[in-house]
């Protein structure tokens, strides 16, 4: 009985965790308005990021979207782990939070667990800035393997506005042609 309230405990901690952090992001970041899903859909690649587990050890990071019949996006997230010496993905779904002219959303990767995913600063659909649930996850990506020196400057001061320690980020390299790159 006692290991029953336990992970009734754990389990209704974990859904409440899941449901506020799906619609949070830092304080001082605002997600892009006027934003069209159809022009970010398709292939990008991670040029930097801060480390986590589930990419730890990933270069050739790509994510790929596509629009699903129900209006959320299909993820795929791919790349290599030089440690495994293997490509590895992840499937994921991704809702918008809110209006779906703002570039708020939420990803789930497992079941229904979500984490913030937030399009801070977008320059005509080419480079983006993104920005997860707190200060502990941002991406810079981009429709090519590397990204202009004036971008990736004035994406890494927004990211310092915003309260990030830019020191963190990883370098991502892109010399290999991803297996699931369409």
Known sequence: MK???????LLSFLLLS????????PEKAQPVGQFDVNKYLGTWYEIARFDYRFERDLDNAIAQYSLNADGS???LNSGYNVIKNKWVSANGTAKFRGDKNVAALKVSFFGPFYAGYNVIVLEEYKYALVAGKNLDYLWI??????????I???FISKAQEIGYDTSKL???K?????PFDK
């Open 3 to 9: 290991n029953r309230i336990i992970i009734t405990v």
């Open 18 to 25: 899941s449901i506020t952090s799906c619609s949070s992001m």
């Open 73 to 75: 996006v299909k993820v």
């Open 141 to 150: 990506l981009s429709r090519e393997k590397t990204i202009p020196d004036h």
């Open 152 to 154: 990736k400057q004035n």
């Open 170 to 172: 990883i370098w991502v």
């Open 174 to 178: 892109q010399d290999k042609k991803s």
